[in-house]
């Protein structure tokens, strides 16, 4: 059984920054895919940003530049450092785990998902 708790969004003006964090349960993290998504009201699930058992780490490109992926396998958590943030992130942030994955920017890839964090961004 895999489970992933999302912790560190909240309201935060445009410009400014969040770090959320994802916390795994679990057995065998370091063999995990771990991805964001993030999703705004009406709107689909979205890429954010994936890192793998290798450490390539790919963004979507609405991101790329401001946004940093990282994963602490000893705490097993992985985090999403959010720079220059803009209204448009403004969005529920869901974690998600795929073994051996490589790090798809597809949703249906993922098998494990978090509850999701509310990033809202102020104007």
């Known amino acids: 059984q895999v489970q992933l708790v999302e912790s560190g969004g909240g309201l935060v003006q445009a410009g400014g920054s969040l770090r959320l964090s994802c916390r795994y349960s679990?057995?065998?993290?370091?063999?995990?895919?771990m991805a964001w998504f993030r999703q705004a009201p009406g709107k689909e699930r979205e890429f954010v940003a994936a890192?793998?058992?290798?450490?390539?780490?790919y963004y979507a490109d609405s991101v790329e530049g401001r946004t940093t992926m990282s994963r602490d396998n000893d705490k097993k958590t992985v985090f999403l450092q959010m720079n220059s943030l803009k209204p448009e992130d403004t969005a529920v942030y869901y974690c998600?785990?795929?073994?051996?994955?490589?790090?798809?920017?597809?949703?249906?890839?993922?098998?494990?998902w978090g509850q999701g964090t509310q990033v809202t961004v102020s104007s």
């Open positions: 998600a785990a795929d073994e051996y994955g490589m790090g798809s920017p597809l949703t249906d890839t993922y098998d494990y």
């Open positions: 890192t793998n058992w290798l450490s390539s780490t």
């Open positions: 679990g057995r065998r993290f370091s063999n995990y895919a």
